[in-house]
């Protein structure tokens, strides 16, 4: 699942290694290892909802901001491809 956790870190005054957002999560009771969050921010795990929470808490944002392009939510009905009916 893509995401915009590295975006986030990076820009971030909080956290700025991964470890850091481990250590984070630890603090709120979300006890994951440096490897998974590694994987979550590479897109190649999927959080649970608890841990997804917990980022967009850390990172004072939206589960939908992080996890959730909506600017690939683009409507068949206005895709060039579309025939009319």
Do not use: C, H, W
Not at 11 to 30: A, F, H, I, T
Not at 58 to 74: A, G, L, M, S
């Amino acid at each position: 699942m893509e995401n915009k956790l590295k975006e986030l870190r990076i820009n971030s005054n909080k956290v700025e290694y991964q470890e850091d957002v481990v250590r984070e999560l630890k603090k709120r009771g979300v006890n994951i290892t440096s490897a998974y969050y590694s994987m979550i921010e590479g897109g190649k795990r999927t959080p649970n909802p608890r841990i997804m929470k917990a980022l967009a808490d850390i990172f004072d944002t939206t589960i939908e901001d992080i996890f959730f392009n909506k600017t690939t939510n683009v409507s068949l009905e206005n895709s060039p491809d579309q025939k009319p009916a």
